[in-house]
């Protein structure tokens, strides 16, 4: 089966940085997945990384580490508007993508 | 606007009623899924289609099923429904199997009482 592992919870200051661990096991891998979800609403696509490292995009950034079947994502200068649930993916073998239950972020001002 | 539709927005249904939640995309994906979303579980597969006329069962079928008659219509039937089905269901759509552009709807809400 698959097993994807993130912090339920994360709370940070406005203009400040977090970053939201994921480990994961799944039946093969052919990539990862970060979704923004805002309460009420549909999960939104943010990054996905298939090789080693990081990729930078604005103020998110996500990094892989498949011997170590690790990613974080790094979000930088907090707004408001980040709060939200993250959500790590990653995709099996199968194409089939397992989520982890999500990670709240809370900013406070 | 492009994009996938999904219907009804929210939905009471009494025990043991059969429902029908629609989905419908416009983006000309072949691969489509069905998602429910419990707190603290997070997102889990119930059926999936990687190109019309073929489905495939997720992580949670059971009580669930599914056609995909052609390319853009996804419908998720409950036979009977139970308690237990009281989610927020997600339709998603992908351009293959791949999971690459993996677009969701805006989630139907179900509670079954």
């Known amino acids: 089966g698959q097993n994807i592992d993130q912090p339920t919870e994360m709370t940070a200051t406005e203009g400040a940085i977090v970053q939201i661990n994921c480990t994961y096991q799944t039946s093969g891998f052919n990539g990862l997945f970060w979704y923004q979800q805002h309460a009420g609403e549909a999960p939104t696509f943010l990054s996905y990384?298939?090789?080693?490292g990081l990729e930078e995009k604005g103020r998110f950034s996500s990094f892989l580490s498949r011997s170590k079947g690790y990613s974080y994502l790094l979000l930088k200068e907090l707004q408001m508007k980040d709060s939200a649930s993250y959500l790590c993916a990653a995709l099996s073998n199968d194409y089939k993508l397992s989520f982890g239950a999500g990670t709240t972020v809370t900013v406070r001002a | 606007i492009a994009g996938i539709t999904q219907a009804p927005t929210s939905q009471i249904l009494a025990a043991g009623r059969r429902m029908t939640l629609r989905c419908t995309q416009d983006m000309r994906h072949n691969a489509m899924y069905w998602y429910r979303q419990d707190l603290g579980l997070g997102l889990r597969l119930i059926h999936y289609s990687n190109t019309a006329g073929t489905t495939g069962k997720g992580e949670v079928p059971d009580g669930y099923s599914v056609s995909r008659a052609n390319t853009d219509d996804f419908p998720l039937t409950l036979a009977s429904a139970v308690p237990s089905q009281t989610s927020v269901y997600f339709c998603a759509s992908s351009h293959d199997e791949t999971g690459h552009g993996y677009t969701f709807g805006s989630g139907t809400r179900l509670t079954v009482v």
């Open positions: 990384n298939v090789l080693d």
